[in-house]
């Protein structure tokens, strides 16, 4: 079993940055791929980002050039640097991570920007 602890999120006003992390913990041999999704109210689950174990990454168009995805593969985390946040970007932020062919979320963390 795997788990997933987000950290990171929190109110921000528009033009900020954040800095979300997600720590994956449990029976782990190798994490393929982890990324980032977000789900703002009424509106489905979406990409945000996601990073290979190694490295090549995959981001949404409405987030290149203001999010950063990165991993630290030795601590089994994967973080997400947000700058240039828009009220749009406000969101539940959930990890995935993807184990032996199976995909493990976490709880989620809140993420609201400010205009």
């Known amino acids: 079993q795997v788990q997933l602890v987000e950290s990171g999120g929190g109110l921000v006003q528009a033009g900020g940055s954040l800095r979300l992390s997600c720590a994956a913990s449990?029976?782990?041999?190798?994490?393929?791929?982890m990324g980032w999704y977000r789900q703002a109210p009424e509106k489905q689950r979406e990409l945000v980002a996601t990073?290979?174990?190694?490295?090549?990454?995959d981001y949404a168009d409405s987030v290149k050039g203001r999010f950063t995805i990165s991993r630290d593969n030795a601590k089994n985390t994967v973080y997400l640097q947000m700058n240039s946040l828009k009220p749009e970007d406000t969101a539940v932020y959930y990890c995935?991570?993807?184990?032996?062919?199976?995909?493990?979320w976490g709880q989620g963390t809140q993420v609201t920007v400010s205009s």
């Open positions: 449990g029976t782990i041999f190798s994490i393929n791929d």
């Open positions: 995935k991570a993807n184990v032996l062919r199976s995909d493990y």
């Open positions: 990073m290979s174990r190694g490295g090549s990454t």
